[in-house]
């Protein structure tokens, strides 16, 4: 059995020719051809169906456009703000325009920068490559060496005694000590602890030696600052400069003491 289109006419009033005539009925009764991604049989089902598919859809790209794109929006309202967006991030870039699609902001533009990132960090000594996040190459600029850091501060001075080996005598001697953790700087070359009160001056220097021990000393004098006598030279094995922090010995518990740090 075979369908067929039926085609309904009259003579018009004239009677001078023929006046199609078309039925009228509801979009239920009118069957449709199954069509691929809509369910429906007829037009009512299939036309609501495409309207809540499209509906859908729309509300799906305005949640991800996100302000101030809106459900209620057109798609061409939604296609603007996508353009705004697109023009926004071009702009933070540096590079690019509205015009470009997010796929060439993302992977092009945005991965460009990244890696002349990385070769800049790379020319600063830092180990960078442009596959790795944006965030972590910018957290590395914070490794740059940009020249000699310094630091400085005060610190009370210890409540117990510490033990420090005199260079000359070799002898280990009990000290009160100033105590500073947590610096910025991992193995300073200078630390320099000082109290005007009581006219003390504490100096560590890294690769100043005392001729009779191979290894870093501290110097430690009181005014006028004599370099002598010797037995104010002690060994720095038992006073850590490294590691961001520095112990030195001092002539007074519980007391004030500034110090200065140098990268």
Known sequence: MADKNIQMTQRNTSNTGWDNLYPITKASNVQVTPISGLSGTDVQTVLKNLFQFANSGKNSVASAIGSPASSSDTFSQLATHITNHKTSLANSLGSGSGVDSLQTLVNMRLQDLKNMLATNLTNKGQTASGTETLLNLINKVLNINTGKRWASGTATSSSSTGMFR?????????????????????????????????????????????????????????????????????????APVESNQFKLPVDNARQSYNWLVIE
Request: overall charge neutral.
């Open 166 to 238: 005199n260079a000359v005598s070799k002898a280990y001697e009990s000290y009160w000590y100033v105590h500073v953790t947590g610096l910025a700087i991992s193995n300073p070359s200078l630390v320099i602890v000082y109290r005007p009160a009581s006219n003390e001056l504490i100096i560590y220097c890294r690769g100043v030696s005392f001729i009779t021990y191979g290894g870093d000393i501290i110097l430690k004098y009181r005014y006028p600052y004599s370099m002598t006598p010797l037995e104010n030279y002690f060994m720095a094995d038992l």
